[in-house]
């Protein structure tokens, strides 16, 4: 059963071209994906700023409230070098991982020599615990289309692609609408808004593999080459799709980027919190109250989410540990639960936010199997191209599920320690460098539960 | 010691302390390796597109948090690069004790293949039988292909790729394939089928290139009973007028196989399916040794060169006689060299005075 991006609904269910929600075989309904709920305390959002206005989704409904004002503007008002200023100086930096700074990226494609150039929307959205971009698709896609139409005009591509996830088959026909409707009323196509710019969009769907969403695999995946990660450098910027200089931004990245051209970066700057630049989309589910897609401003305590905004788990029972980053940033317990929703804060305790997918464990989850679940996903969709991570995926895995590995807990702990050691320093993609924060904050937040699980394995 | 980044001939980098020279464009591999640097590698081969896969290359570069591929990182100036630290060479260490635990075995057979070598000789280079991240098996043989040539026995892949590489690089062939991902990952053909219904012309290079053994040498290994050394000879090969460089391998007095010769001139370690398996004809036991000639009886007789020549020339000119000159026609071997050639297209042309004269070679 491949994932289907709806974390916060019961069960899922992908049939024909039809994502299907419901908790009995028997009476299965297609639901759109919920719309996500305004933050309880008002705090001011962008990229969820006018989601939830009826019509959103049409472009009517869309420009109703200044959509494509942004790209009017720039078309009209601004010229490329000053889009990219703003996209800067907002501070507005990659949300789909890597939490690269976007204006910079910009610069450097539209300085790199070489053309046509390229915009790639990616929409894989593989991670665990990720569904954010899901819903801005489905509710706001001319806001995605207008983020790379701005992105083009900034860095002059002529052409874009949507990589969208294979599962996301409802989104397919909401994003193919909406480009109808954009080629339709001008605003792409050839001499955009009456201008020299021309812009076109294509959407690609991928074929189910999480590594799709590493952009040098992507990239590969685009030109139909096996998706291996590419070696880098030589990075996107300058020898992306068709070697050529290509933007690679996230769905929610680009789709704040019309606000910000808007409204400016000082305001942009000013939504995050003690100095922080911006807001952040984050993905909660698990033992959560209500689970669903909130915007944060950059800064707020994780309790405050938690607790104030999603109500807690919703029972008797405590929260004993989240995931962060969908589960690549492995797992935060204990006091280090007392962190603010930002990059600063998180890499401080050894994790990341990165995409800013959140799962919640309530103290009668066992986070050895918690811990084998988010393994056993890495083995499953490593690329195989690097040994450490391919073997070390799957031996982790063997590992915590108990099924080998030594019985004895020094060398149990060894073993552990020295594949995580080597697959964060020398994989070649962010998977297998990822991978290990599952075990190392499992053994650092759990150490009696791991003993007790090597002293218990079932082993013939 | 820094120098300009427009000075493309004489740069400079720091390598285990000392200041080297390289050109630009060169990896970090490529300058290591001539400045005599035993750096281990098991993805690459110096003919294919550098692919940073087995990762045993990394070193540690300056200023730059984790290690880097040295295979696939190109040298700049003012770099400082050491590549046999410590914790560089435990990492190393662990991947090829995953790697032996991976596989059904680490030593084979050295008539498997040109590289074939390459992992168990690393493994010992690092001390990595300790038995250590004991677990599931990867890769699953293909004894069901019954080819003549190459055996598939993926138990023993490492999943270097290099097999899939050479023979997209190299060969323009693409027949080999990835199947799976990650620990699943599976070296195959299109529709998982056969080498022989693929698009495979059995130049054996996957073979040569495998630094597992993993695809070997099916007939060479015919001798892996047989007593005895290797023993290699340097020569050229008899197919054709190219003049592709083999080492021929022999035991004793037994001619066991071929490897091609990576620093050939004409073929830089490539050969086709004739140089690289055709080898039997010479110790077969119905090689011709002398000339034969048809007697009265009907059947074949030893005789000499002489004899049997006067026999061909009578038979031609006999056609001649009776058909007229454009009765005869002549193909010229593709196993001859160009001078070959030409003196028979010379005494067609010449000799015969027709313009009856072809070659086999349709490649
Ligand atoms: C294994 C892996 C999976 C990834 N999956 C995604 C994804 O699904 N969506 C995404 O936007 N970025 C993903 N990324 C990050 C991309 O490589 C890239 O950094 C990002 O798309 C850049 O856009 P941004 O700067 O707007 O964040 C992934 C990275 C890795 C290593
Ligand atoms: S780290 Fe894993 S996913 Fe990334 S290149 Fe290596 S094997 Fe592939
Ligand atoms: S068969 Fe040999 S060359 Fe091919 S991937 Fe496996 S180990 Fe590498
Ligand atoms: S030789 Fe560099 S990664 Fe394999």
């Known amino acids: 059963m491949p994932c289907a991006g709806r974390c916060d609904e019961p069960i899922p269910v992908i049939r024909g071209d039809q994502v299907l929600i419901g908790t009995d075989a028997n009476d299965l309904e297609s639901r759109p994906s919920p719309v996500p709920s305004p933050n309880p305390q008002g705090r001011e959002e962008c990229v969820f700023r006018h989601i939830r206005e009826p019509d959103r989704s049409t472009i009517e409904g869309y420009r109703r409230t200044g959509g494509y004002d942004g790209l009017t503007l720039a078309v009209s008002e601004l010229n490329p070098a000053q889009v990219i200023d703003i996209v800067r100086d907002s501070g507005l930096a990659g949300r789909g991982g890597a939490g690269f700074p976007t204006g910079v990226k910009w610069q450097a494609v539209a300085d790199a020599s070489g053309a046509p150039k390229t915009i790639v929307c990616n929409a894989d959205e593989g991670e665990p615990g990720c569904f954010k971009d899901r819903a801005i698709m489905d509710h706001d896609p001319h806001a995605v289309i207008e983020g790379m139409a701005l992105a083009a005009y900034a860095t002059g591509a002529p052409r874009g692609f949507i990589y969208l996830r294979y599962e996301y088959p409802e989104t397919l026909g909401t994003l193919q609408r909406a480009i109808k409707e954009a080629e339709e009323a001008g605003l792409l196509g050839e001499r955009i808004l009456g201008s020299a710019f021309d812009f076109t969009v294509v959407v690609r769907r991928g074929a189910g593999a999480y590594i799709c969403g590493e952009e040098g695999s992507l990239l590969n995946s685009l030109e139909g080459r096996h998706p291996f990660p590419r070696n880098r450098p030589p990075f996107p910027v300058t020898h992306g799709y068709e070697d050529r200089p290509t933007v690679v931004n996230n769905v929610e990245t680009l789709a704040s980027v019309p606000h910000i051209v808007r409204r400016g970066a000082d305001w942009y700057r000013a939504l995050g919190l003690n100095d922080l630049a911006g807001t952040k989309v984050i993905s909660l589910s698990g033992d959560v109250k209500r689970p669903g897609n909130y915007e944060v401003p950059l800064g707020l305590p994780l309790s405050t989410l938690l607790y104030d905004w999603a109500g807690g788990t919703g029972s008797s029972r405590s929260v004993q540990a989240v995931t962060m980053a969908g589960v690549s940033g492995g797992f935060l317990a204990g006091e280090d639960l007392d962190v603010t929703l930002d990059e600063p804060s998180i890499r401080a305790k050894g994790s990341f936010l990165g995409a800013g997918g959140i799962m919640v464990f309530d103290d009668t989850r066992d986070m050895v199997e918690i811990a084998h679940f988010a393994m056993e996903f890495f083995a499953e969709e490593s690329c195989g191209k690097c040994f450490p991570c391919r073997i070390g995926t799957e031996r982790l895995t063997e590992r915590l599920a108990g099924t080998a590995g030594p019985t004895n807990l020094t060398a149990w702990l060894d073993e552990v320690n020295d594949i995580g050691r080597t697959m964060k320093a020398i994989s070649a993609c962010g998977l297998g460098m990822a991978a290990p924060l599952i075990t190392e904050s499992l053994l650092r937040y759990f150490p009696e539960r791991v003993a007790q699980h090597v002293a218990h394995q079932a082993r013939d | ?363």
């Open chain 2, 1 to 363: 010691m820094i120098m300009s980044t427009t000075d493309s001939q004489q740069q400079h980098m720091v390598l285990d302390g000392d200041d080297v020279g390289f050109t630009s464009g060169e990896t970090v591999l490529q300058v290591a390796e001539r400045e005599g640097k035993k750096i281990p590698t098991l993805c690459n081969d110096p003919r294919l597109e550098p692919f940073g896969g087995c990762r045993l290359c990394v070193v540690e570069v300056e200023g730059i948090a984790n290690p880097v591929a040295s295979c696939t990182t190109k040298a700049e100036p003012g770099m400082v690069v050491h590549t046999k630290t410590e914790p560089i060479e435990a990492y190393r260490k662990l991947l090829l004790e995953l790697l032996v635990s991976e596989n059904r075995e680490v030593d084979v057979d050295a008539l498997r293949g040109y590289a074939s070598q390459e992992f168990a000789s690393l493994v010992d280079r690092y001390g990595a039988r300790t038995g250590r991240f004991v677990g599931s098996k990867s890769g699953s043989s293909r004894l069901d292909d019954d080819n003549p040539f190459i055996l598939r026995d993926y138990d023993l892949c490492i999943s270097c790729y290099r097999c899939v590489r050479v023979c997209a690089e190299q060969e323009g062939d693409y027949a080999i394939s990835v199947m799976n991902r990650g620990f699943g990952t599976q070296i195959t053909t299109e529709f998982n089928g056969l080498l022989n219904d693929s698009a495979c012309t059995f130049c054996g290079q996957c073979v040569q290139t495998c630094p597992t053994g993993a695809l070997a040498d099916k007939k060479a290994l015919k001798a892996a009973e047989l007593p005895g050394a290797i023993h290699k000879t340097r020569t050229t090969c008899a197919y054709c007028g190219v003049g592709c460089s083999v080492d021929i391998l022999t035991k004793g007095e037994t001619m066991v196989g071929i490897h091609p010769a990576m620093d050939g001139p004409a073929n830089l370690g490539a050969l086709c399916v004739k140089g690289q398996f055709a080898f039997d004809f010479v110790q077969h036991e119905e090689r011709l040794q002398t000339p034969l000639v048809r007697g009265e009886d009907g059947e074949l007789h030893e005789t000499d060169w002489d004899t049997a020549l006067d026999r061909a020339a009578a038979g031609f000119k006999r056609a001649v006689d009776t058909y007229g000159r454009h009765s005869v026609y002549a193909v010229a071997s593709g196993r001859a060299p160009s001078e070959a050639a030409y003196i028979m297209q010379k005494f067609v042309r010449a000799g015969w005075g027709i313009n009856n004269i072809d070659n086999c070679s349709r490649a």
